[in-house]
């Protein structure tokens, strides 16, 4: 298993550019997170989903979209990137409601906007 | 709405040291709690994790405990290794499989 992977690893966007971050997981895991992580910081919810088709906004989704079209995708879309979204991004997924209960995270995308 | 904090937010140890690291949250109806470390420019590793009906779990050199009536965990290393030296990070699974984040300890293991 590759577990979950994130792509790119490195991207660095000007103000008012767009992008996708992609997410995969084969775990098949029905629960999927994204994250962002500021210096010092420790990690905040942006979106998350509890199965193809269904999602729903964490602390933090101003900025952001999300869709979730099959079990093993979750794509963070950012439309008008702004400075304060330079950050370290992260997504994780787990079973569900059952366990194992925990939580497995990708290796991050690090995003800076201009 | 759940609160994470912990303390301290950064420690320096020399090699061979036990040590602890705490671990606060607000809202005692956790699920359960999660240990995790974070090297420079990675991603997280889980280290621990203990259900709220546990009272504690052992990895290795590892021991984390919960105290839902005190509202608080802590990361127990014993024989602490320069190779310990990272972010450790506590997470609290709340309500509709939510993790809420501490803001982390910094370890430095010194040799």
């Known amino acids: 298993n590759a577990g979950v992977t994130q792509t790119p690893k490195f991207r660095i966007l000007k103000i008012g550019q767009s992008m996708t971050l992609q997410c995969t997981q084969d775990?098949?895991?029905?629960?999927m997170y994204w994250y962002r992580q500021d210096p010092g910081m420790g990690l905040k919810l942006i979106y998350y989903?509890?199965?193809?088709?269904?999602?729903d906004k964490g602390e933090v989704p101003n900025g952001y979209n999300v869709s979730r079209s099959t079990t093993e995708d979750f794509p963070l879309r950012l439309e008008l990137a702004a400075p304060s979204q330079t950050s370290v991004y992260f997504c994780?997924?787990?079973?569900?409601?059952?366990?194992?209960?925990?939580?497995?995270f990708g290796p991050g995308t690090r995003l800076t906007v201009t | 709405k759940q609160e994470v904090t912990q303390i301290p937010a950064a420690l320096s140890v020399p090699e061979g040291e036990n040590l602890v690291l705490n671990c606060s949250f607000t809202?005692?109806?956790?699920?359960?709690l999660q240990w995790f470390r974070q090297d420079p420019g990675k991603g997280l590793t889980s280290l621990l994790l203990?259900?709220?009906?546990?009272r504690e779990q052992t990895s290795g050199r590892l021991n984390a405990s919960l105290d839902k009536s005190s509202g608080r965990s802590t990361l127990y290393i014993a024989a602490s290794q320069p190779g310990d030296s990272a972010t450790y990070l506590c997470a609290g699974r709340s309500y509709g499989n939510k993790l809420v984040f501490g803001a982390g300890t910094i370890l430095r293991v010194k040799s």
């Open positions: 809202d005692s109806a956790i699920y359960n």
């Open positions: 989903s509890v199965g193809a088709g269904i999602t």
């Open positions: 775990m098949n895991h029905n629960y």
């Open positions: 994780a997924s787990t079973r569900g409601l059952a366990e194992p209960y925990e939580q497995y």
């Open positions: 203990i259900q709220s009906s546990q």
